[in-house]
C-alpha cells in the first residue's frame, strides 16, 4: 500500500515538472460539472435561467437585513436630529446671563454699590458656581480703606430659571 501511494506521488510529480505540464488536464473528483444551455440566437427562447434555491433565498436575507439597516439608521438620525434641533439636551455657558449694574460716574473717593445677577436659562442646574471678580489697580474698599484686588463668593447652585443676585 506504501509503494502505491509513493508510485502516485512520484506520477505527480513527474507530471508537475514536465515541460509540456497542463493543469488543466487534471480534473478534481469533487466537482460537478454543470450543463448549461447557451442558445445560440436571440429569437424567443424558452426560460433557460435556472438558479439554485439557496442563492435566492441568500438574496432575499441580504436584502431585509439592508433594508431593516436603512431603516434603523434613518429613524437614530430621526431622533439625534430632533434632540439635537429641539436643544433640550444643551447645558451651555451661551444661556447664562450675567448682568452688572454699576454707576455711570463716580467721584474720587465716592462709595457706590455694585449689583451682580446671574440667569440661568438652561434646562438643567448649575452646581458649584463661584462669582470671581477682579478689581482694576487702585481700586480700595468704601468699609475700611484696604486695597481690593479680587473678590471671591460661592454662589452655590443656580436652578433652571433661577436668578441670583448678588451686590
Known amino acids: 500500500m506504501g509503494d502505491d501511494i509513493q508510485s502516485k506521488i512520484d506520477k505527480l510529480e513527474r507530471e508537475l515538472y514536465s515541460k509540456d505540464f497542463n493543469s488543466t ?41 439592508v433594508i431593516l439597516s436603512v431603516i434603523f439608521f434613518a429613524l437614530a438620525f430621526g431622533i439625534a436630529g430632533f434632540v439635537w434641533l429641539n436643544g433640550s439636551n444643551v447645558i451651555s455657558s451661551g444661556n447664562i446671563l450675567i448682568n452688572a449694574s454699576l454707576p455711570v460716574g463716580v467721584a474720587g473717593g465716592e462709595a457706590f454699590d455694585t449689583k451682580l445677577s446671574i440667569t440661568n436659562n438652561n434646562k438643567a442646574p448649575i452646581q458649584g458656581v463661584k462669582l470671581f471678580v477682579e478689581y482694576p489697580v487702585g481700586f480700595y474698599s468704601a468699609f475700611d480703606k484696604s486695597e481690593l484686588p479680587r473678590a471671591t463668593k460661592n454662589l452655590g447652585t443656580i436652578g433652571p430659571g433661577e436668578v441670583v443676585t448678588d451686590t
Not at 435566492?56 to 431585509?64: C, E, M, Q, R, S
Open 25 to 65: 488536464q487534471r480534473v478534481d473528483g469533487f466537482r460537478r460539472k454543470r450543463e448549461e444551455f447557451v442558445p445560440t440566437t436571440w429569437g424567443k427562447t424558452e426560460n433557460t435561467t435556472v438558479t439554485p434555491m439557496s442563492a435566492t433565498k441568500k438574496n432575499t436575507v441580504i436584502k431585509k437585513f
